[in-house]
Nanobody
Framework: QVQLVESGGGLVQAGASLRLSCAAS????????MGWFRQAPGKEREFVAA????????LYEDSVKGRATISRDNGKKTVSLQMNSLKPDDTAVYYC???????????????WGQGTQVTVSS
């Protein structure tokens, strides 16, 4: 089992950058693909980025390609999401999640953190 805790959210102006972090506990972290999802008020949770267990493969949602970078450190049991050139549309609660295999659908992700709020002002 994996427990996940996100951090790094906040209120920033459009064009700024944020680095979100997710700390995991549990011995099996390196076996899981990790993903970041987000949910804006009144909207469904949507995929942002994912990384394979080894870190060798990544996926990005189209609207964040070129602005986001997902990375992981299996030794430290962390996964990060660097977001640059933030836009008001990026405002959401951001969640990290763990799955047996990397994908864009939320269904395979069995373990979820509580989320961290990102607010981007115009």
């Amino acid at each position: 089992q994996v427990q996940l805790v996100e951090s790094g959210g906040g209120l920033v102006q459009a064009g700024a950058s944020l680095r979100l972090s997710c700390a995991a506990s549990g011995r099996a972290f390196s076996r899981y693909a990790m993903g970041w999802f987000r949910q804006a008020p009144g909207k469904e949770r949507e995929f942002v980025a994912a990384i394979s267990w080894s870190g060798g493969s990544t996926l990005y949602e189209d609207s964040v390609k070129g602005r986001a970078t997902i990375s992981r450190d299996n030794g430290k049991k962390t996964v990060s999401l660097q977001m640059n050139s933030l836009k008001p549309d990026d405002t959401a609660v951001y969640y990290c999640a763990a799955a047996a295999s990397m994908g864009m659908s939320a269904n395979p992700y069995h373990y979820w953190g509580q989320g961290t709020q990102v607010t981007v002002s115009s």
